[in-house]
């Protein structure tokens, strides 16, 4: 399946941002030809328009790691599925699927056994909130 995601920029033009308080990897940055710089957060995710370097930081700063803890949807042949974050790296994703008990209380697991494995960058990943 192909994934339709915009390409990640040159490689010459990106380095790891580290949140100051830290050192946290949160993110990266690409410097553009006229000295702006645009932010990706960690599934190259574009976050904005090229910016100075302090405004691009604070916006990745903001995003933190906080999409590791949110829901995801997955698209697979058979549609949309409800997953977690389980690792990052720069180059994939391995997200698990959620299960929900419907007993009144939502409690959330993630299956451990059935990871799967996302290339970085993807479309087939979206925030479970913006689903609806």
């Known amino acids: 399946m192909s994934t339709g995601a915009s390409p990640r920029p040159d490689a ?3 380095f790891d941002h580290l949140r100051a308080e830290d050192g946290e990897h949160v993110g990266y940055m690409e410097m553009t030809a006229d000295g ?3 932010p990706y957060d960690l599934l190259w995710q ?3 328009e ?3 370097l302090d ?3 604070a916006v990745l700063d903001g995003i933190g790691l906080r999409l590791l803890a949110e829901d995801w949807l997955l698209q697979e042949e058979a549609g949309w599925t409800r997953v977690r974050i389980r690792e990052i790296d720069r180059d994939r994703v391995i997200v698990g699927r959620t299960t929900e008990n419907m007993s009144g209380h939502v409690a959330k697991a993630i299956d ?3 990871g799967i494995d996302v290339e970085l960058p993807t479309d087939r990943l979206r925030p ?4 609806r």
């Open 50 to 52: 090229p910016m100075d």
């Open 12 to 14: 010459a033009d990106v």
């Open 36 to 38: 702006g710089f645009v």
């Open 128 to 131: 479970a909130g913006a689903a």
């Open 55 to 57: 405004e691009a930081e």
């Open 46 to 48: 574009r976050r904005g």
């Open 112 to 114: 451990l056994v059935g």
